[in-house]
């Protein structure tokens, strides 16, 4: 899973954007677009052509809402990364440590957003099921560079992770 940030105020016209490619989004009865009360955000779902879970999604904390019509340019950065582990718990625990993350909306067993509305890593149980498609999380080959007072890398590779320091 990944999610991308959209302008605050585009929200519709990314909606429209993703139909008129001819794309259908993943809903639920009655409903299409999810707003979560607790990151005061908006999104929609899809997948891209290789069946991964992608995300648009408008948090309408960050003051960034342009004028412009909706398009490529409007895709503004990755907001999240989805890591399927074994232990939420212990692999929060080092992504945390590592990295000076806080958790953000939640750190349980099974769920943890670990980050802030700029980006953030979730960290999620394989065994859970993902919103909102109800599919077990698949684990691909992972590298992420977190580039921040402490430099990092994170790679997962047959299910296995790897922290390094830069």
């Known amino acids: 899973h990944i999610a991308v940030t959209i302008p ?13 490619r001819g794309i259908s ?3 639920r009865p009655q409903e299409d677009e999810f707003f979560f ?8 779902y899809f997948y891209d052509p ?8 408008a948090h309408h904390t960050l003051n960034n809402a342009v004028t412009e019509a909706f398009g490529p340019n409007s ?13 939420v718990p212990e692999v929060s625990r080092i992504i945390t440590e ?17 980050g802030d509305v700029e ?15 109800d599919r077990l999380p698949a684990v691909f080959n992972t590298s992420v560079l977190f580039e921040a007072p402490c430099s990092a890398s994170l ?8 922290l390094r320091s830069n």
């Not at 290789?50 to 999604?57: A, G, R, S």
């Open 8 to 20: 605050t105020n585009k929200f519709i016209e990314a909606k429209q954007w993703i139909i008129d």
């Open 25 to 27: 989004l993943i809903s």
């Open 37 to 44: 009360e607790n990151w005061n955000a908006t999104a929609l």
């Open 50 to 57: 290789d069946h991964n879970l992608v995300e648009f999604i």
């Open 75 to 87: 895709l503004l950065r990755i907001s999240e990364i989805g890591l399927p582990v074994d232990d």
């Open 98 to 114: 590592t990295f000076q993350l806080d958790s953000w909306g939640g750190a349980g067993q099974k769920f943890a957003p670990l």
């Open 119 to 133: 980006g953030s890593f979730i960290v999620i149980d394989k065994q859970r099921l993902w919103f909102p498609d």
């Open 155 to 162: 790679s997962l590779h047959n299910g296995l992770y790897k």
